[in-house]
């Protein structure tokens, strides 16, 4: 529950984080930047943030229970063969 929570709030500050200016693209054979390049990333910046793609990770709690129960299995079975 923390670890979703902590998740969340890490989402939350990436999604507050101050936006930077975009960077004009400017001609290699001109002097000064064209007018219309300097609108284009105004708009840039005026246009919402793309949400990331947060990769979900899964719960380990299943895998450990499982690998608990093989462990368990296994201890029972050698105490079988040697008392034997």
Known sequence: MLEAENQRLKEDT????????????DPFNDKFTRIRDIIKAKEALRRPLKRRRVARVEDPT???????????????????????
């Open 14 to 25: 990436c999604v507050t984080e101050p936006r930077t200016r975009k960077k004009v693209k």
């Open 62 to 84: 299943p895998a450990i229970e499982q690998a608990r129960q093989e462990i368990i299995h296994n201890m029972q079975r050698l105490r079988k063969a040697e008392e034997m």
